[in-house]
Nanobody, 125 residues
Framework: QVELVESGGGPVQAGGSLRLSCVAS????????MGWFRQFPGKEREFVAV??????YYADSVKGRFIASGDNAKYTRYLQMNNLKPEDTAVYFC????????????????????WGQGTQVTVSS
C-alpha cells in the first residue's frame, strides 16, 4: 500500500507560477515510481510529467514551462509550474506505478496503482 498526498495547488493569474509537491508513504513505497497527471472537468486524466534519477519526460503541452524534480530520500516529487495559462486549470494528481512495469508505463495512467487525492489549480486570465 502506498499513500500519496499532493499539495501546493490554488488560484493563480495567468503567467504566474505554482509548485506542487507529492509525498509518498507506505511500506512498499520504494517499489514504485511516481508521475504527475491532471484532469479537466469531464475528461480523462492526462499525463503531465515524470521525474526519476535517470528519466524525465514532459507532455508537449507543458514542455518548457513545467519542471519536474524529486527528492528520493524524502519520497517526494515536485512539479514547478511556470508561465501558467488558463488552459492549465485542472485537478493535478500524482500517482504511483510499480517499478517492474518499466519506464514506458510512466506515461500511461492505467498502469498506475495508487493515486493521491489531487490538488486543484485554477488559472485566471
Amino acid at each position: 500500500q502506498v499513500e500519496l498526498v499532493e499539495s501546493g495547488g490554488g488560484p493563480v493569474q495567468a503567467g504566474g507560477s505554482l509548485r506542487l509537491s507529492c509525498v509518498a508513504s507506505g511500506r512498499s513505497v520504494s517499489d514504485y515510481r511516481m508521475g504527475w497527471f491532471r484532469q479537466f472537468p469531464g475528461k480523462e486524466r492526462e499525463f503531465v510529467a515524470v521525474w526519476t534519477d535517470d528519466y524525465v519526460y514532459y507532455a508537449d503541452s507543458v514542455k518548457g514551462r513545467f519542471i519536474a524534480s524529486g527528492d528520493n530520500a524524502k519520497y517526494t516529487r515536485y512539479l514547478q509550474m511556470n508561465n501558467l495559462k488558463p488552459e492549465d486549470t485542472a485537478v493535478y494528481f500524482c500517482g504511483a506505478v510499480p517499478k517492474y512495469k518499466g519506464y514506458f508505463a510512466l506515461r500511461e495512467d492505467y498502469q498506475y496503482i495508487f493515486w493521491g487525492q489531487g490538488t486543484q489549480v485554477t488559472v485566471s486570465s
